[in-house]
């Protein structure tokens, strides 16, 4: 039996979900970077890598960080020097999706 052909509008959905899983595989990338700065230099950042890395494998540990990190109410609430860095990254992040 032949394999079923996907119809044009499933096969533009499917594109647009793998060019988004790269576009947030760079992104971890640029936030692994980052978290492996950061976790030294804040406790509270430190004590949630270590949980979730725990938890998870360390990629896992870093996805589950940046969802964290990434909520605006949590950025706003951390350290100034953190928050700098991690608008720097949002901002950065979304000229390349430009």
């Not at 899983?21 to 230099?41: A, F, H």
């Not at 990629?59 to 609430?77: C, E, M, V, W």
Request: aromatic residues 8%.
């Amino acid at each position: 039996m032949a394999p079923k052909k996907l119809k044009l509008e499933d096969q533009t959905k499917v594109k647009k979900e793998i060019s988004e899983d790269q576009t947030r595989i760079s992104w971890t990338t640029d936030l692994v970077n980052t978290l492996l700065e950061l976790r030294y230099e804040d406790e509270i950042i430190e004590s949630k890598f270590r949980l979730a890395k725990n938890h998870f494998d360390t990629n896992q540990a870093y996805n589950t960080l940046s969802l964290a990190l990434f909520d605006k109410t949590k950025i706003n609430a951390g350290p100034k020097k953190l928050q700098d860095k991690l608008n720097k990254l949002q901002k950065e992040y979304r000229e390349k999706k430009k």
